[in-house]
C-alpha cells in the first residue's frame, strides 16, 4: 500500500475521531438534536469547502504543469531546429511531472547552447571584421540572426585563423620589405614623394592596409628604388675605377689619393657628387698633362696586347700609338681603343686565360725538354732528377690534354662568332702546330750539332790520341791559364815538350804516333817519341792532363785542325 493511501486513511479515522469528540462534547453538555445536525452540517460545510479549494489547487497545478509542457515542447522543437540537432525524446512513460521537468530543463540547457554560439559568432564576426579590414578583404559571409551549426561555426574559427596567419605573414613582409626600402631611400638621400610612399615610411605601421595590391605594389617600389641604387652603385664603381685609372696614368702620389679615401665606399648621393667632382678635377689635370697619360694608356695597351696575343700586324694596325704628336684628339683615340681592348679581353677572358695557361705549361716543357739534353744534370744532389723527370712526365700528359680542351672551346667560339680566334696572327691549331714544329726542329739542329761535335772529337782523337777515362774521379774544366798556352796558327796547344802526351777530357788510353806530326801554320814540326816504358812523374802527368783539357776545350770550340 501506499504511503499516500495510509495517510488518506489515518484522515478518514482523524475525521471520526473528531466527529465522535464533537458528538461527546455536544452530549455532556446537552445541545439538542437539531442543534447538533446543524452544527454537523457546519463541520461537513467546512470539510467539504476545504477539501474543494486543495482540489481545485492541484486541478490548477496539474494545468500549470500541462501547460508548461505544451510550451517547452514548442521551445525545444524550435530549438533543434535553431541548433539543427536531433529531437528530444523522453525515455518510458513519465508523468506528468517529471515530463515537465526533463522539457524544461532540456529547454534550458539548449538556450545556453544557443546563447554560446551566438556569442561565438559575435566573437568571430568582430575578429573577422578586424583582420579584413587590414587584409582589406570582404567579411566571412554568414546569417547573423540565424544560429550557426557546429560545422559552420567550425569553418568559421578555421577562416579566422587563416587570415590571423595571412595577416602575420604579410605584416613580416610588409616591415621586411619597409626596413629595405628605408634603407634604400637613407641611401639614396630620398625623400617619400607620393602618398603610398609616405603611408609606408611615415604613418604607423599597424595602420597600413595589408591587402595584396599593397604588398605588389610594396615589392615594386622596393624594385624600383634597388634598380636606382644599383645605377648609383654601379655609376659611382665607374666612377671610381675612372678615378683609379686617372691616378695610375697621372701618377697622383699616395698622400693625395688619401685625401679622397672617404668618398671611395659607398653610393649615397653625396658621394657620387663628391666622386664626380674627383673625376672633373682628373680630367682636368690630365688635359694638362697629356703626354704623361697618354703614354701611361699606352703602357696598358701594350700589356692588353700581350694578354691578347696580338701580332704585330695587329699592333701596328693601331696607328695612333706610334703618333708622336700628343693631343686631345689622340687622347680620345687611345680612351676608345683601351675601353674596346678591355672589353674584348673581359668577353673572351675564358679563352686567353686557357692560352696563357697552354703557354706557360710549353714553356715549361720545353725547359724540361732542354734539361733532359744535358749531361750535367746527373751531377744533382738531393733528387732533383727524380723530381724534374716527374713534373716532365706529367707536362707530358698534360699539355695534349689542355690543346685538346682549348680547340674544343675555340671551335665553340669560332662556330658562334664566325670568325677565327686568333693567336699571334695565327689560328690558335696552326700556332701550336707551328711550335711543335719548330720544336722538331730545334731538337734536329741540335741532334745535328751534336753529331758535328762528335764527328770533330774523333778527328781530334784520332790525331792526337784519347786520355783514358777514370769513372772513379771526376775532373773539372779548369779556366785556361794563358801562362802555359802558345798559339799554334788558330789552335791553342799547352807548353808541354814535343814528346808530351795529349790526353782527351773525356778519357780513353793514350796512343803516341811513331811518326812526326805536321805542326799548323808552317811551324816547326813536333816529334812524337815512342814508348820508353818509364813511368811519367804524377806532377808532370797532372800538368799533362791540365794541358789536355785546355787543349781539347780549344778543339772544340775552335773546330778541328787540318793535317
Known amino acids: 500500500m501506499r504511503r499516500s493511501e495510509v495517510l488518506a486513511e489515518e484522515s478518514i479515522l482523524c475525521l471520526q475521531k473528531a466527529l465522535t469528540h464533537l458528538r461527546e462534547i455536544w452530549e455532556l453538555i446537552g445541545i439538542p438534536e437539531d442543534q447538533r445536525l446543524q452544527r454537523t452540517e457546519v463541520v461537513k460545510k467546512h470539510i467539504k469547502d476545504l477539501l474543494d479549494m486543495m482540489i481545485a489547487e492541484e486541478e490548477s497545478l496539474k494545468e500549470r504543469l500541462i501547460k508548461s509542457i505544451s510550451i517547452c515542447q514548442k521551445e525545444l522543437s524550435t530549438l533543434c531546429s535553431e541548433l539543427q540537432v536531433e529531437p528530444f525524446q523522453e525515455e518510458g512513460e ?81 616591415v621586411n620589405t619597409k626596413r629595405q626600402i628605408v634603407l634604400c631611400m637613407e641611401e639614396l638621400d630620398h625623400t617619400p614623394d607620393t602618398s603610398f610612399e609616405r603611408d609606408v615610411v611615415c604613418e604607423d605601421e599597424d595602420a597600413f592596409c595589408l591587402s595584396l595590391e599593397n604588398i605588389a605594389t610594396l615589392q615594386k617600389l622596393l624594385l624600383q628604388l634597388e634598380m636606382r641604387k644599383s645605377q ?132 715549361l716543357f720545353l725547359e724540361f725538354e732542354r734539361k733532359a739534353s744535358d749531361p750535367s744534370r746527373f751531377t744533382n744532389r738531393g733528387g732533383n732528377l727524380l723530381k724534374e723527370e716527374k713534373q716532365r712526365a706529367k707536362l707530358q700528359k698534360t699539355l695534349p690534354k689542355l690543346e685538346e680542351e682549348l680547340k674544343v672551346q675555340i671551335e665553340m667560339w669560332e662556330q658562334e662568332h664566325t670568325k677565327p680566334f686568333v693567336v ?27 753529331q758535328l761535335k762528335n764527328k770533330k772529337q774523333t778527328e781530334t782523337e784520332m790525331l792526337y790520341g784519347s786520355a783514358p777515362r777514370t ?20 789552335t791553342t796547344v799547352t807548353n808541354a815538350t814535343a814528346n808530351s802526351t795529349i790526353r782527351p777530357v773525356f778519357g780513353g788510353t793514350v796512343y803516341r804516333s811513331p811518326v812526326s806530326r805536321l805542326a799548323p801554320s808552317g811551324s816547326k814540326p813536333v816529334l812524337t817519341s815512342t814508348c820508353s816504358g818509364k813511368k811519367t812523374p804524377r806532377a808532370g802527368r797532372h800538368g799533362a792532363d791540365k794541358e789536355n783539357l785546355e787543349l781539347n776545350g780549344s778543339i772544340l770550340s775552335e773546330g778541328s785542325i787540318p793535317l
Not at 689560328?427 to 751534336?450: G, P
Open 424 to 450: 699571334n696572327g695565327q689560328k690558335f691549331v696552326e700556332y701550336v702546330t707551328a711550335q711543335w714544329e719548330m720544336h722538331r726542329l730545334e731538337k734536329e739542329r741540335a741532334k745535328q750539332e751534336r
Open 94 to 174: 513519465p508523468t506528468i511531472l517529471q515530463l515537465e521537468k526533463d522539457l524544461r530543463t532540456q529547454v534550458e540547457l539548449m538556450r545556453k547552447q544557443k546563447k554560446e554560439r551566438k556569442q561565438e559568432l559575435k566573437r568571430l564576426q568582430e575578429q573577422d571584421q578586424e583582420l579584413c579590414d587590414v587584409l582589406c578583404i570582404p567579411n566571412y559571409d554568414i546569417d547573423s540572426a540565424s544560429v550557426p551549426s557546429l560545422e559552420e561555426l567550425n569553418q568559421f574559427r578555421q577562416r579566422v585563423a587563416t587570415l590571423r596567419e595571412t595577416k602575420a605573414s604579410r605584416r613580416e613582409e610588409f
Open 232 to 363: 648609383n652603385e654601379a655609376v659611382c664603381e665607374g666612377l671610381r675605377a675612372q678615378i683609379r685609372e686617372l691616378w695610375d696614368r697621372l701618377q697622383i702620389p699616395a698622400e693625395e689619393r688619401e685625401a679622397v679615401a672617404l668618398v671611395m665606399t659607398g653610393s649615397k648621393a653625396k658621394v657620387k657628387k663628391a666622386l664626380q667632382l674627383e673625376v672633373d678635377r682628373l680630367e682636368e689635370l690630365k688635359m694638362q698633362n697629356m703626354k704623361k697619360v697618354i703614354e701611361a694608356i699606352r703602357v696598358e695597351l701594350a700589356q692588353y696586347w700581350d694578354r691578347c696575343f696580338y701580332s704585330q700586324e695587329q699592333r701596328q694596325a693601331f696607328a695612333p700609338y706610334y703618333d708622336e704628336d700628343y693631343t686631345e684628339n689622340l687622347l680620345q683615340l687611345h680612351d676608345a681603343e683601351i675601353v674596346q681592348l678591355r672589353n674584348y679581353y673581359e668577353s673572351h677572358k675564358e679563352l686567353f686565360e686557357g692560352v696563357q695557361k697552354w703557354e706557360e705549361s710549353w714553356r
Open 471 to 490: 769513372p772513379n774521379k771526376r775532373r773539372g774544366l779548369g779556366p785556361t791559364t794563358p801562362g802555359k798556352v802558345r798559339k799554334l796558327n788558330t
